[in-house]
């Protein structure tokens, strides 16, 4: 099992920053692939960004490229989503997820291939 912990959501007004931290542990979190999703209110949960478990290789949704930044700290089982230039519609509950295998070295933005979740924290941005 891999436990996560979101943090680092909170209200901004159009065009801030925000960065919001996933804290893993059990099983060695530092081996899996580590997502990034929202879900605004009566919305599908969606992708935002992913990286491998070295690190090296990252995805984006298309909305968020060129905005947000997914990094990871594996000696701390911590990974990072750098929000930069927020707007009203990136407001959503914001969750971590780690892929379904570890060791995987394709980074894949389907909710299907995550099994662990974190229990999400709320970014709202005001305009």
């Known amino acids: 099992q891999v436990q996560l912990v979101e943090s680092g959501g909170g209200l901004v007004q159009a065009g801030g920053s925000l960065r919001l931290s996933c804290a893993a542990s059990?099983?060695?979190?530092?081996?899996?692939?580590m997502g990034w999703f929202r879900q605004a209110p009566g919305k599908e949960r969606v992708f935002v960004a992913a990286?491998?478990?070295?690190?090296?290789?990252?995805r984006y949704a298309d909305s968020v490229k060129g905005r947000f930044g997914i990094s990871r700290d594996n000696a701390k089982n911590t990974v990072y989503l750098q929000m930069n230039n927020l707007k009203p519609e990136d407001t959503a509950v914001y969750y971590c997820a780690a892929d379904r295998y570890s060791l995987r070295t394709v980074v894949r933005a389907s909710t299907a291939e995550y099994n662990y979740w974190g229990q999400g924290t709320q970014v709202t941005v005001s305009s």
């Open positions: 990286i491998s478990w070295s690190g090296g290789s990252t």
């Open positions: 059990g099983r060695t979190a530092s081996n899996y692939v």
